[in-house]
T-cell receptor, first 108, second 116 residues
Framework: GIQVEQSPPDLILQEGANSTLRCNFS?????LQWFHQNPWGQLINLFY???GTKQNGRLSATTVATERYSLLYISSSQTTDSGVYFC??????????FGKGTHLIIQP | DTGVSQDPRHKITKRGQNVTFRCDPI?????LYWYRQTLGQGPEFLTY????????KSRLLSDRFSAERPKGSFSTLEIQRTEQGDSAMYLC??????????????FGSGTRLTVV
């Protein structure tokens, strides 16, 4: 099956900083999603991005499918951005394989 | 649209008991997924439905696990003869997937199971 690796595993930043989270996947995929899991455990979908670039406010994501990686950019971090960011990949509408996540802490 | 609802939020059960969880997806979504998440890990795919059809169940963790979606609306996940290793968060998600329409998951808040 598909392997998904995320880096870095942990990241501590000051409020206002920018960050880049990376997701590598082992095989071609046509479904790639980014999620934020808040400290209460709720998973929120950030992007459905099997290829290309999308932006939503301070967040943007780029997937280069031919090179099997995706990047999530967070600009001007806020304390509410803290939590775990997961990348998940798969084939179409089948079940997704999640990475182990990047644990982000934004300090005031 | 009230989102994906899961019930109960928490369940504590004794080892060997059977438990059942319920998921109510977003009404217009046609696919429903079950995942399990253990501490410090990403969610792990278990099974999914398109309407009432269960399209993948080989990833269910053992034959003690089963899922149903009898009328293509809500779904249930049952674990028989629970073991301590079953303690985890059980998550449900739904999407609309009718190409060319595709979308990202909407997850419920999950059911946290503790087996004592």
């Amino acid at each position: 099956g598909i392997q998904v690796e995320q880096s870095p595993p942990d990241l501590i930043l000051q409020e206002g900083a920018n960050s880049t989270l990376r997701c590598n996947f082992s095989d071609s995929v046509n479904n790639l999603q980014w999620f934020h899991q808040n400290p209460w455990g709720q998973l929120i979908n950030l992007f459905y991005i099997p290829s290309g670039t999308k932006q939503n406010g301070r967040l943007s994501a780029t997937t280069v499918a031919t090179e099997r990686y995706s990047l999530l950019y967070i600009s001007s971090s806020q304390t509410t951005d803290s939590g775990v960011y997961f990348c998940a990949a798969g084939g179409g509408a089948d079940g997704l394989t999640f990475g182990k996540g990047t644990h982000l802490i934004i300090q005031p | 649209d009230t989102g994906v609802s899961q019930d109960p939020r928490h369940k504590i059960t004794k080892r060997g008991q059977n438990v059942t969880f319920r998921c109510d997806p977003i009404s217009e979504h046609n696919r429903l997924y079950w995942y399990r998440q253990t501490l410090g890990q990403g969610p792990e795919f278990l099974t999914y439905f398109q309407n009432e059809a269960q399209l993948e169940k080989s990833r269910l963790l053992s034959d003690r696990f089963s899922a149903e979606r009898p009328k293509g609306s809500f779904s249930t996940l049952e674990i028989q003869r629970t073991e301590q290793g079953d303690s985890a968060m059980y998550l449900c998600a739904s999407i609309t997937w009718s190409p060319p329409t595709r979308g990202g998951y909407t997850f419920g808040s999950g059911t946290r199971l503790t087996v004592v």
